[in-house]
């Protein structure tokens, strides 16, 4: 059952768009989102990562993963990028291709200015009165995605894109590829 499933890997830097976006497919494909910012949340951390915790998120990320699979089609899981080489994505990957699991990967890039502009227009206190330390960390989230380790086929801007034109844009993407 499981080699039949499918399960989509959705990661960008933050204010992408990923969640909105995963949140998305998942409802027009009638699979269930994951995602992996809310066990951090749920395990109450947040700001830099150690790497027992990525190891541990991921680890409770990959067994609902496996749950999910068993009960659906397919999956949706999305999650940021923050660091080289571009994790958690590669772990992810392996993860999936270790228990011969198909995926696709997507990975929003948009411009700086359009992650300013969303991280302002979502209004978190956090974003807006930090707003110069958050773009840092966008344009090293952005940066990783130039790194190398990235294939340009996985890529897709959503720079002044609604919803709709974003999923068609993915749905040419794959037609496309």
């Known amino acids: 059952m499981i080699n039949e499933t499918k399960v989509l890997l959705i990661t960008g830097p933050a204010a992408s768009g990923k969640s ?3 949140k998305y497919i998942a409802d027009k494909l009638g699979w269930p989102c994951i995602s992996e910012d809310a066990y951090w949340v749920h395990n109450g951390w947040s700001g830099l990562r150690t790497e027992d915790q990525e190891h541990m998120v991921q680890k ?3 067994d609902n993963l496996f749950s999910a699979l068993n009960k659906n089609k397919g999956v949706v899981l999305e999650f940021i990028l923050y660091k080289k080489p571009p994790n958690p ?4 990957q392996k993860f999936l291709s270790d228990n011969s699991i198909p995926f696709e990967t997507i990975v929003l890039k948009p411009t700086i200015d359009e992650i300013k502009k969303r991280l302002l227009k979502r209004g978190r206190p956090n974003d807006i009165e930090n ?3 958050r773009m840092k960390d966008a344009t090293n ?9 990235i294939d340009l086929k996985w890529i897709i801007d959503p720079t002044n894109l609604a919803i709709e034109e974003l999923y068609a844009k993915y749905l040419r993407r794959r037609i496309d590829s």
Do not use: C, K, P, R
């Open 131 to 133: 707003i110069e330390g």
């Open 60 to 62: 409770q990320v990959s």
């Open 141 to 149: 989230q952005l940066s990783i995605l130039d790194a190398g380790s």
């Open 89 to 92: 994505l590669t772990n992810y």
């Open 20 to 22: 909105t976006f995963a």
